[in-house]
């Protein structure tokens, strides 16, 4: 039993932010919206009959509509259910190293979470002491990099001509 135990990830689980009960309250660092849906969105759900059916998993009207705007073809782009899966498949896909990925100390919490849940080595280099990349911190041997931009919680945002 010992041996089986011993490949099971210790992994710290996702604390979410506070949930207020007051629903006057509009938690802007969790992409609520003040507005409510569109008349388009509420035109649609007028149609329910439609929500009773799996919606498409591969999401390609989507997909069809982001590819011609940025001029590529559907097969370049990727789609997922949220940010946090979409982070999920980048971590998966591209950290896959024995270096340690590095992003900044103060940022999003889910990225050390993947990290841990998928045993990729990280190091989260400091900000300055205005809550900025120090981008020398980042000049060394190293599995990948996540710029988060802005940077949650501190919603500093990087221009490239700095990074």
Do not use: C
């Not at 149609?47 to 073809?73: C, F, K, N, Q």
């Not at 999003?108 to 990290?115: G, I, L």
Request: glycine share 4%; charged share 25%.
């Amino acid at each position: 039993m010992a041996a089986w135990s011993d490949n099971i990830r210790k992994v710290e689980p996702y604390v979410p932010g506070e949930q207020p009960r007051d629903t006057d309250v509009i938690k802007l660092n969790t992409n609520e919206n003040p507005y409510g849906p569109s008349q388009r969105v509420k035109n649609v759900m007028m149609d329910i009959d439609t929500l009773r059916l799996y919606p498409d998993p591969t999401a390609s009207a989507l997909v069809d509509v982001l590819a011609e705007y940025h001029g590529v073809d559907p097969s370049q782009v990727f789609v997922g259910v949220g940010s946090d899966d979409v982070l999920a498949m980048s971590f998966l896909t591209f950290f896959n190293s024995d270096k340690p990925i590095l992003f900044p100390d103060i940022t999003y919490s889910f990225y050390d979470v993947w990290a841990e849940l998928f045993s990729i080595p990280y190091e989260r280099p400091a900000l300055d002491e205005n809550f900025r990349l120090v981008k020398e911190n980042y000049y060394r041997e190293n599995g990948g990099i996540v710029f988060p931009n802005p940077n949650a919680p501190t919603g500093i945002y990087e221009d490239i001509k700095n990074v």
